[in-house]
């Protein structure tokens, strides 16, 4: 046994004795993820600026943000989530009562992207510690800075029997995927999703992928300037403000009237100027490609997307694979209804770009090739556990009918009882209500 399996052994047996469990334990490892946050903020900063050239604001906003913001909820909300939920059962269940009981899966496993390296490292691994998981956290080695600062610094903060971080490169994921999980949570391409996918069949280890995929914006003919002004901002954050585009929710093509295309463009180029000034690759205010590979790949996917008819943007969109984010802009509200019922994604936001990552009470995943499952919130606490149904039963009651040997009368009972019909019931007992004349072997 190599010391990868050792480890991850002494990782399960610490899961198994239960410690994890305990709202105690969880409480301890979130204070410790929000005290690594508060105390190396400066760090964090610099490390994102050396990855990505990100901007402390948009670091902040970003990533330790959106990261506090959670780590308050899972903080305030934790003893709700862990505490079972009564289960409703139909009133033919007497003395009988049921209840569904989140419980952690075990020994799971967090492979990250480089784009949002403390983000997407720890806003799954918040989900994770909270449900009572041990976890593993794969940093991206893209990111080489953030990497190297999440494994030297964070596990001063954590239960180290509990919570590793281990870097590396292809190598080492392969390695780590060999091993057995009980969950499988992946931030990054399809290539590599179909890899991960591939090596959890061995385990029959249950899988989350966040995957992306091209997010189009459509762009309706706003007749307002300040409509226009307004969507035209928040197109090019949506588009250049999150990490210079490299993120999965960012927006990777406009849809657009071609009688309105020209006004839009000028409207952008004007308004890219003023954010980021006249030479934005000397600019301190929006991030850089992360290396010289993604640029030469990004440069060759420069498209120009126009249609006649707004209208016609849903057969565009339904034509290609499911985005992970769909941003419409327009005010007209048949249009928006076709974009919900008639088009498929991980989700659609109407006027704005990228505000719904940061909504706690919403869940973020894609569909299809954009991925699936879902986290954020209490979603993932739940994409971390497992939604356990405990039935609890009387003996003073039974239901006599269901034990052969069978008769007709069985046969009545159980019809009746399936479709809750009480009085039927009551009257099959009493026999009062005849049977049907179908035929059966009596046994």
Not at 34 to 62: N, P, T, V, W
Not at 214 to 239: F, N, Q, T, Y
Request: with cysteine.
């Amino acid at each position: 046994m190599g010391t990868l399996e050792r480890d991850l052994k002494k990782m399960r047996d610490y899961f198994e004795s239960g410690k994890t469990k305990e709202e105690s334990w969880r409480e301890s490892q979130l204070k410790g993820l929000y005290r690594f946050l508060m105390e190396k903020q400066e760090d964090i900063m610099k490390a994102l600026m050396q990855d990505l050239g990100k901007h402390q604001i948009e670091s902040f906003r970003d990533e330790v943000g959106t990261l506090m913001k959670t780590l308050n909820l899972a903080l305030k909300c934790l003893k709700e989530w862990m505490s079972g939920k009564k289960a409703k059962l139909p009133q033919i269940a007497l003395l009988t009562s049921a209840e569904i009981v989140p419980e952690p899966l075990g020994l799971v496993l967090i492979i990250s992207s480089w784009n949002f390296p403390f983000g997407i490292s720890l806003e799954p691994l918040i989900g994770a510690v909270a449900a009572g998981n041990a976890v593993v956290l794969k940093p991206s080695e893209l990111s080489p800075a953030s990497s190297s600062l999440l494994a030297s610094t964070l596990p001063t903060y954590l239960d180290n029997e509990a919570i590793k971080i281990i870097e590396g490169g292809p190598e080492e994921s392969e390695q780590l995927l060999q091993q057995r999980w009980d969950k499988i949570f992946f931030t990054g391409s399809a290539r590599v999703g179909r890899i991960v996918m591939s090596a959890a069949v061995k385990h029959l280890t249950p899988v989350t992928l966040e995957l992306g995929g091209k997010c189009p914006a459509v762009v309706d003919s706003l007749s307002s300037s300040w409509d226009i002004e307004v969507a035209v901002k928040r197109i090019i954050v949506g588009k250049y403000g999150t990490c210079a585009g490299q993120a999965c929710i960012a927006i990777d093509y406009v849809l657009v009237e071609s009688g309105y295309c020209s006004k839009l463009v000028e409207l952008i180029k004007v308004w890219i100027k003023k954010m980021f000034g006249d030479k934005p690759q000397h600019s301190k205010t929006i991030a850089r490609i992360v290396n010289k590979q993604h640029f030469s790949r990004l440069k060759n996917l420069l498209t120009d997307e126009k249609v006649e008819k707004i209208e016609d943007s849903i057969k565009f969109i339904s034509s290609r694979p499911k985005p992970l984010a769909l941003y419409v802009f327009t005010k007209n509200q048949t249009l928006q209804k076709r974009m919900i019922s008639e088009t498929s994604s991980g989700s659609v936001t109407f006027n704005d770009a990228i505000l719904q990552y940061a909504a706690d009470s919403l869940p973020f995943g894609g569909v299809g090739q954009s991925g699936f499952g879902m986290y954020h919130g209490k979603f993932s606490f739940d994409t971390f556990s497992h939604q356990k149904a405990i039935v609890r039963r009387s003996y003073l009651t039974d239901f006599w009918y269901r034990y052969p040997p069978w008769t007709l009368n069985k046969l009545q009972l159980l019809e009746v009882s399936y479709n809750y019909d009480y009085l039927g019931l009551l009257l099959v007992i009493l026999g009062l209500k005849r049977p049907s004349k179908r035929k059966i072997i009596v046994c």
